[in-house]
């Protein structure tokens, strides 16, 4: 007598790595897993994605300390197709292209923007969710699957819509760099001396580290502080473990701030003491700065 068929419980286990939350049996964990295979496949006739793939993918975008029945509350026929449209495969491309397209009509009808605006809005969308590279993969693969996949499309449209008509508005767009949310009520005096006397110098350098990043570390930078993607997000669309995309973004952070120094080394005439202060500042306020000059110069 052969042995059970547990090989989509051991792909589970092994995509989601060390975790606190206790796994039930193989042959349990293989039922429970084949059970939202089933769900995802049976609502795409055709669209065949391979199932340790897909409960790899299962794995990554549940939460560390969320027991596996938790798989069940994902939006299962959603997840599937847009792991598999992710994966390119062209039923999933076809089906993401009928079902959620039209979606960007809806989102962005009250923008009235021009059928040229829609087309090109409609093209961006595509290239976002469909089309990926080494450094930035397809965003379905980031779909978190909380929620409708229609409704993270259409807030995708509406985003991109939104800054296709602040592009094309005439009215003069604020400057990426400019640190000035950096000074905050009860900041130490010197520290708001600095800030105030040095801010520009601080914009340039922190503009240009960004600049001289690689660019994938750019855009795991772009993906998490920009479009708000969470750790576990940037796991599942880079298909690895959490614990690997968590160091990839603080490498990405370290050398940023790093990149910074030493520019503003090479700027300032300040001690040691005063660009660690305002470094630290930087530091801690990272997510204000990268959300103003990300969207310009990330890949």
């Not at 939202?36 to 939460?63: D, I, M, Q």
């Not at 006397?197 to 340039?204: C, D, I, K, N, P």
């Amino acid at each position: 007598m052969s042995p059970p068929d547990v090989s989509l419980a051991q792909a589970f286990i092994a995509a989601r790595g060390v975790s606190s939350a206790p796994e039930p049996s193989l042959p349990l964990l293989q039922e429970r897993l084949a059970r939202a295979l089933s769900t995802g496949r049976s609502a795409w006739p055709g669209v065949e994605l391979e199932g340790t793939r897909f409960v790899s993918h299962l794995a990554r975008l549940l939460p560390t300390q969320a027991p596996s029945e938790d798989v069940e509350k994902f939006h299962l026929p959603d997840v599937y197709l847009a792991r598999a449209a992710a994966d390119q495969l062209p039923s999933a491309l076809n089906a993401f292209e009928s079902s959620f397209l039209p979606e960007v009509n809806a989102a962005v009808a009250r923008l009235k923007l021009p059928p040229t605006g829609l087309d090109e809005v409609r093209q961006l969308l595509r290239q976002r969710m469909l089309v990926g590279s080494q450094d930035a993969p397809a965003r379905l693969a980031a779909y978190p699957g909380t929620g409708p996949l229609s409704g993270w499309v259409r807030a995708a449209a509406l985003w991109l819509a939104l800054d296709w008509q602040r592009q094309r508005s005439g009215h003069p767009q604020a400057d990426d760099g400019d640190l000035s949310m950096l000074v905050a009520p009860g900041d130490d005096p010197e520290l708001l001396y600095l800030k105030n006397t040095y801010r520009a110098e601080f914009s340039t350098s922190f503009s240009a580290a960004l600049g001289i990043l690689e660019p994938r570390q750019r855009n795991f930078l772009r993906l998490k502080y920009l479009d708000g993607l969470s750790i576990d997000q940037l796991g599942a669309l880079y298909g690895v473990h959490r614990s690997t995309a968590a160091r990839w973004v603080v490498a990405a952070q370290d050398a940023l701030l790093q990149e910074t120094r030493r520019l503003l080394t090479e700027r300032l005439r300040l001690t040691g003491s005063q660009l660690d202060s305002v470094l630290r500042l930087i530091s801690s306020q990272l997510d204000v700065n990268l959300s103003r000059l990300l969207r310009s110069k990330a890949d």
